[in-house]
């Protein structure tokens, strides 16, 4: 499932399936990512609407 994707109309690929984060803290947010990272999620859906951009920022960086 993790190598399902949808084609946008830039013709850029991104996988189907994402983590959203929007209800989550930084520290909520952290451990999510952290977490769907390690079993093979690469859609993290997030938002400075959400205000957990430290957070999510802390895990994707590296």
Do not use: C, W
């Not at 949808?6 to 850029?12: A, D, M």
């Not at 990512?33 to 205000?51: F, L």
Request: proline share 2%.
């Amino acid at each position: 499932m993790f190598n399902e994707t949808f084609k946008l109309s830039t013709g850029v690929e991104i996988p189907k399936l994402g983590l959203g984060t929007r209800l989550l803290n930084d520290e909520q947010a952290a451990q999510a990512v952290r977490d769907a990272v390690s079993i093979g999620y690469r859609h993290i859906d997030t938002a400075q609407a959400y205000m957990n951009e430290v957070g999510v920022g802390e895990v994707i960086r590296f």
